[in-house]
């Protein structure tokens, strides 16, 4: 018996499988990024086209006929503003967290995690009355503070997850040499997780980005986001899906940039710090 | 920088004379934990309000006090009941699903010689995706005149129905776009348990020889078991609170098919009006994901890693 024909046969059929998978998981998005290139007569083919000549049409109709940048703008005030907020105060927090020691810390910690994990249809009902009263409905304000709502309580878990990680020795040597415990937080703890907190932001960006529920239901002409726009495409009397194709490509590749980015920490930060690499 | 060891001391131990002085660990922790008590204990606070009251948004938005009206409506509704059974069974097959194929994806990818890093990415990328995206993209390749696979499934012979039209297929379509998003996570979770099976014990077994299956059973699975079911509860956590694909695709149509338990809620709230009984719905689904939740928590704590 020949051990490394065996070997090879294996990593053979291993292959063979792989290709498979890659099919089912790319040919999806392959085929939307493909269609947005595509004419509309070449789009309308009853037998789907592979080889056609490339078009810009359905990007430059976009442009012309919708507010598509107004959309792009909205997305990144409402996407970009939560994040930043939720990844400061979850810096601060999560540290505070992390390093102190009080009775009921277990209980603060279950509150902040049930928070994250509350099912967006609950959560939706009381701010969309609450917003009515406070004028926050078709704002962008109201959206940054919709988005918190799983934005802050997913940064403060996580960096607490991140700043445990890292031994309170490097602080106190900090300390030893004369810092202050807030410069030995600001000097030494937070540049050495400068990887999570990186990791945090993208995930609260992708999070807030990719939301449909909260800004269908809170958003209206002057704060609509991407997805939303993309939505409505959907909905008109023709079904156009050129421009479909077109506006998703616009909302997912951003996303799949910035997350493949920091795919080293992903593990970490999306099982709230439950497994790391 | 004025370094002085003496207040190195201070800064470390507790203040032994004075009033009570609040650390700065505190200090960053309060006002940050007030916010958050503002954006979900006052929300929540206030859907248990509106869960005892007949919530009318006909001019203007007024109260009537119901009492447990909504409460004993929702455990007698039939609809609502329907709706949690079909949601607890779209729930268990799509976690179910994702977790089978993100475990085999997992121990593909983890055998890989070459172009692990690459496929991984490459496998990585659905789950980056909007939902709702993924619902349109859904929505355009089961098109019954120009979708990609309804073409392929119509001209094999597989399925010749509208798939989102016909209630039986438009259940199944909708767990397997949800199933194409997130096996991607399950499998990178596991793969990241797969990477911390300790070498010198596998190659000790393969010494012993021990098969590849029995290496698997014997070494593998007792280490990866826990991160498996941390995968498992972190998936359906979000199971559970999302459902925009659903709700872009078919919204719960057509008839009932894929009306689960937070569309219900959803056209409760906003096609029928229905507040209050709506924020007694909510308030059950709440319950549920808390469960969830407390089982995490749990694993977390035997894992050592939530104090």
Known sequence: MNGSNAARGKQAVLYGILVLVLLWTLVPIFWMVLSSFKSSADLLSTTPKVIFTPSLEHYIALFATSNLWGYIQNSLLAAGISTVIAVVLGCLAGYGLSRSDFRGKHHVAFWIISTRMAPIAAVILPLFILFRYAGLLDTTAGLVIAYLTFNLPFAIWIMNAFFADLPPALEQAAMVDGATKFQAFWRVALPVTAPGIVTTAILCLVFSWNDYAFAVTFAGPDSQTLPIAAAQLNTQTGLNWGQLSAIGTIVVLPMMVVGLAVRRYLVAGLTLGAVKE | ????????????????????????????????????????????????????????????????????????????????????????????????????????????????????????????????????????LGRFLTDGTYGLYAWFLNTTGVFQQDILGTPSSALLAVILMDVWEWTPLIMLIVLAGLSSVDQATLEAAKVDGAGYWQRLRHVVVPAVSGIVVVALLIRSMDAIRYFDVIFITTNGGPGNATKIIPIRLYETAFRFFDLGYAAAIGLGMLAFSILVANAFVAILKRRGLAR
């Open chain 2, 1 to 136: 920088m004025a370094a002085t060891p003496a207040a190195e001391n201070q800064s470390r131990r507790q203040p032994k004379n004075g009033g009570p002085r609040i650390s700065l660990e505190m200090k960053m922790l309060l006002p940050v934990l007030f916010l958050l008590a503002l954006l979900s204990l006052f929300p929540f606070l206030y859907i248990i309000f509106m869960s005892f009251n007949t919530v009318s948004m006909i001019g203007g938005i007024s109260f009537d006090f119901a009492g447990l009206d909504n409460w004993t409506r929702m455990f007698t509704d039939e609809v609502v009941g329907a709706a949690w059974l079909r949601g607890i069974l779209y729930f268990l097959a799509t976690v179910g699903l994702e977790l089978v194929l993100g475990i085999g994806m997992a121990l593909l990818v983890h055998e890989l010689v070459w172009g692990k890093n690459l496929a991984l990415s490459l496998l990585l990328l659905p789950m980056f995706m909007a939902p709702v995206i993924v619902g349109l």
